[in-house]
């Protein structure tokens, strides 16, 4: 992954073909100094350039790695070309509205992947599937905060609504070669990303069961407009985006035991990650 200070376009280019795609989305990360002025510039870009604006949230109020995000945006394009457009004309007036912001230019995955794990969930929910009542206990932290979220963003997050909906900003690096010498695991020689994928099967059924699916995701390929010493300016591999129907989805799929077993493969696998969890804005925003 190239990490820029402005947008070069044919750096940008480069990398964009290097990856084998046509399309891009940029993931933008906002912290936002004028709100009038930011809603207004949400109002004038939206879906331009043939661009499609698939999702904004709000950041939970809490830093991670001292990055304090309000806003998470995702654009995507059908090409670089009119990406560039795109922030050649709304690029400007962005910078102006926020006191800080990064934007993560993604390659997609198809869409038809996310559409397809959206199917599966249907019918592991109809058989399978399970309903989180109640309010979650508060016994689940994470040693290696490193991969996981901290104490701190655990503990805002308890106190937001657990009713409404809740999406997950996952940001990935992988090891590469798993490491479970921390663990009583017994397992071969593998890479970071089979160890992580070993996770996933365990954590995706639970979240599947509870209708959480990721609704996103995509391979990096640059950053631009970021502070050097911010925590997205690193060589990450993977991009993933989860939606939960409500927040306490999450909060009883890590309290549960089965969860719990895919716990060592996550440690095993990844050497980092961004994590951020976020709402949907009101409308009145």
Known sequence: MDIFTSLDNESCRKALEKAGSSRVAFVYHLKIKDPNDYQKWLNESENSFSGKRLYRVKADPVAREGMLVDEILIDEFSSLKEGIDFMSTFGDALEQVCSEYAI??????????????????????????????????ANWSAEN???????????????????????????????????????????????????????????????????????????????????????????????????????????????????????????AGLERVAIFMAKQPNKAN
Request: positive net charge.
């Open 104 to 137: 993560l230019a993604i390659k997609p995955e198809p869409s038809i992947i996310f559409h397809f794990v959206k199917c599966i969930s249907w019918f592991i929910r109809l058989f399978k599937g399970t309903t989180d009542k109640g309010t979650p206990t």
């Open 145 to 267: 905060i490193a991969v996981w979220p901290d104490e701190k963003q655990m503990e805002v997050a308890r106190t937001q609504d657990i009713d409404a909906p809740l999406f997950v900003y996952n940001l990935n690096k992988y090891k590469p070669v798993a490491d479970y010498r921390n663990s009583t695991e017994s397992v071969k020689k593998i890479s970071g990303k089979d160890a992580y994928n070993r996770y996933s099967k365990i954590a995706g059924f639970e979240l599947l069961r509870r209708g959480a699916y990721p609704v996103y995701g995509g391979h990096p390929l640059f950053l631009f407009g970021s502070r050097k010493d911010s925590m997205l300016a690193d060589r990450w591999d993977h991009f993933i985006f989860v939606r939960y129907p409500q927040r306490r989805n999450l909060l009883a799929t890590i309290e549960s035991d089965e969860f719990r077993k895919g716990e060592v493969h996550r440690d």
